[in-house]
């Protein structure tokens, strides 16, 4: 599991509501200790009694309260194996402690998980052009923060590099740097007060776009269960509680 930004208990109504059980997730991986990364680490770790990867920075400044057995480091660029799958950190820019995200593989499929991004720096980008499928931050529309209620400082925080992509960042860094085998692209992080305009504005920009791409886009993760047999076979729109698990959504090894 990557992060845990809600309740032990919702996130247990939400994987049944899935049809999945907590007794499968192995590990959590933190990403950065923004509380609506680790609220619920805590809690699920001590009931589940789930080890924990996270860095000591990270550690630190979430104050999480933690077992000390469960407590395990990671590195940049040092895979982790969990049962078949590896899962590797990269750092990227965020306004946290020793921020990081993660690329979560097995023998023949990467998955990305690209939220709280700053810009698009370039271990951004070299994961992403790896990945089958992505987990992708659109936070946020830029007319809708800069006409929005948000005092400056707090704009200014969002969009200054260190806070989160816009969707019109993340469009293009999938136009720039999407790999001809992905097929699936979740957009991510989605802000509550400034994505509303994210759906339509989608429709209208990637009408032109995908035909380059030969995508089709949707906004029900019923999509996801299809199995994707051309590049960027479905754009999905899914936010809140991020879960990749095999058996529901199927990726092809491009042919060679």
Request: proline share 5%.
């Amino acid at each position: 599991m990557i992060d845990g930004g809600i309740s032990c208990r919702e996130t247990e109504r939400r994987l049944k509501r899935l049809q999945l059980s907590i007794k499968k997730v192995k590990a959590i991986f933190v990403t950065h200790e923004h509380s609506d990364h680790v609220y619920g680490v805590s809690q699920l770790s001590k009931k589940y009694q789930l080890p924990v990867y996270i860095t000591a920075g990270t550690l630190h400044d979430g104050r999480l309260k933690l077992k000390e057995n469960l407590i395990l480091p990671f590195r940049a660029y040092e895979p982790i194996t969990i049962g078949n799958l590896s899962v590797t950190a990269f750092p990227k820019f965020h306004d946290a402690s020793d921020p990081h995200s993660f690329v979560v593989s097995s023998s023949s499929v990467k998955v990305g998980i690209f939220t709280d991004i700053g810009l698009p720096c370039e271990h951004v980008i070299r994961h992403f052009e790896q990945c089958h499928a992505a987990f992708l931050e659109a936070n946020y529309d830029e007319q809708m923060l800069d006409t929005g209620k948000y005092p400056l400082y707090l704009k200014n925080r969002i969009r200054d590099g260190h806070g989160h992509l816009s969707n019109k960042q993340a469009f293009q860094l999938f136009l720039d740097h999407k790999p001809p085998f992905m097929s699936h692209l979740f957009l991510s992080h989605l802000s509550n007060n400034y994505s509303l305009r994210l759906p339509a504005r989608l429709r209208s920009s990637l009408h032109h776009e995908t035909k380059k791409h030969r995508c089709t886009t949707s906004e029900t993760i019923r999509a996801s269960t299809q199995s994707a047999r051309h590049p960027m076979k479905k754009v999905l729109i899914f936010s809140s509680f991020l879960f990749f698990n095999k058996s529901r959504y199927r990726f092809h090894k491009p042919s060679t």
